[in-house]
């Protein structure tokens, strides 16, 4: 067995998994919810007992993996410390370009990057803190969501504005989902039969976050996500890219504040803001029963898709592949339909019934004569966490 735990600490939540290396078989997994509130809860799940559920005030990060630890003993699967624990960090600034040994001085960098990232990093940092102090002697490794993106060149992270004030205050495209962009590419070039490094891609990560990327041999080139999650496509409830002059607009005549207007760009925006629901279900349902809002919502967030793939095939200059995953893009074959149906000038050929075909295998949907290779491939973030940490701990010796 080759144990490697996963973590991924929200503000108020930790994911986790076991993952055996040996086999690459999740041992467990599972999620605290509602850290710090009232009423906590932990579901944890291994693959052949029924999920255990606590519910219960949880203080802190550090109450939240002892309830984890203390779930593992009652269920088995962690009888001795864990081989690595592989942390998901957001953001990694220009600093960090891959994954990355905690120690002192890289703690103290990641929280040096929290201005970059105030919702995410200081969760992340605690995720890490409390896995040192339990798992003392255990190598714990960062995973940073901008990592995958540090290959970018500079045309497409440089922002126009003044040098100075975008150098001073580290404004520059980031990208993020990196881990789910860089597990993608890998598995479409398994599924092409062909070597990654041939390969011109699009990845497409569609959930409640979405982002878009362009894959050139293996490395990112460009991605719709920028300085922070916000940028970029249609999202469960953030804007995606906007007219800058919108800001201080809705500060002028609206009389929003600097803080209201970024919950309205974060939370109240996206398919959340143009039709009521950030679940892409709910906004299909309203749809189909006439709702207009829903109806144009759907527009919108397809157009915003299919405008940026057009966008990435110039950048590449070529295109081998589109590549759908996540909660969206690996269930809803409607959008993948409306993405690509606008995607033809590209030579991109939609299979209907492959398109409709319910599975969890990566796949193909694009019909035999498409210029353009069209995959669904279920992302895995945990498990490229894990790759990359025992992979960066065993190059350390
Ligand atoms: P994620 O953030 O990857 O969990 O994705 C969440 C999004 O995926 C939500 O907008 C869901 O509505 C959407 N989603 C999840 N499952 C399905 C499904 N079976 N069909 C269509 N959309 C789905």
């Not at 370009?97 to 105030?118: F, K, N, Q």
């Not at 890998?186 to 092409?192: I, T």
């Not at 809002?293 to 157009?303: M, R």
């Not at 993405?339 to 295998?361: F, K, M, T």
Request: glycine content about 10%.
């Amino acid at each position: 067995m080759i144990p490697v735990l996963v973590l991924n600490a929200g503000s108020s939540s930790l994911k986790y998994q076991l993952i055996d290396m040996d086999d690459r078989s999740v041992t467990a997994s599972g999620l605290v919810e509602r850290i710090g509130e009232d009423a906590g809860r932990l579901e944890h799940r291994t693959p052949d007992t029924e999920p255990l559920v606590e519910e219960g005030k949880i203080p802190d990060h550090g109450a939240a993996l002892d309830r984890v630890l203390a779930a593992f003993e009652r269920t088995g699967g962690l009888a001795e410390a864990p081989f690595v624990v592989g942390h998901r960090v957001v953001h990694g600034g220009d600093r960090f370009s891959g994954p990355t040994v905690v120690d002192d001085d890289v703690l103290a960098e990641i929280r040096d990057l929290v201005p970059l990232a105030p919702l995410h990093n200081p969760a992340n940092i605690a995720g890490i803190e409390v896995a040192r102090s339990r798992f003392p002697d255990t190598p714990q490794v960062a995973v940073f969501d901008t990592a995958f993106h540090a290959s970018m060149p500079p045309r497409a992270w440089r922002y126009a504005l003044p040098r100075a004030l975008a150098d001073r205050l580290q404004v520059r495209r980031y990208g993020f989902h990196g881990a789910s962009h860089a597990y993608v590419a890998r598995q479409a070039a398994e599924h092409l039969g062909r070597p990654l490094a041939e390969l011109d891609l699009v990845t497409l990560h569609l959930g409640n976050g979405a982002s878009a990327t362009a894959v050139a041999g293996g490395r990112s080139v460009d991605t719709s996500m920028g300085l922070t999650p916000l940028g970029g496509l249609v999202m469960g409830t953030r804007s995606g890219d906007l007219d800058p002059g919108i800001i201080a607009h809705l500060h002028r005549e609206g009389g929003l504040d600097l803080d209201e207007i970024d919950g309205v760009l974060n939370k109240e925006s996206g398919l959340k803001g143009l039709a009521g629901s950030n679940d892409l279900r709910e906004v299909h349902r309203r749809a189909d029963a006439g709702d207009a809002d829903a109806v144009e919502a759907l527009e919108v967030f397809c157009y915003r898709i299919r405008c940026t793939v057009g966008a990435y095939a110039a950048a590449l200059g070529r295109l081998d592949a589109v590549v759908f995953t996540a909660g969206i893009g690996e269930n809803d074959a409607d959008v993948r339909a409306r993405v690509c149906g606008g995607l033809a000038v590209l030579g991109v050929r939609l299979d209907e019934a492959r398109n409709a075909a319910r599975s969890r295998e990566v796949r193909t949907i694009s019909s035999d004569d498409s210029a353009v290779a069209v995959l669904v491939v279920p992302t895995d973030e945990e498990l490229e966490i894990a790759e990359q940490s025992l992979a960066v701990v065993r190059a350390n010796g």
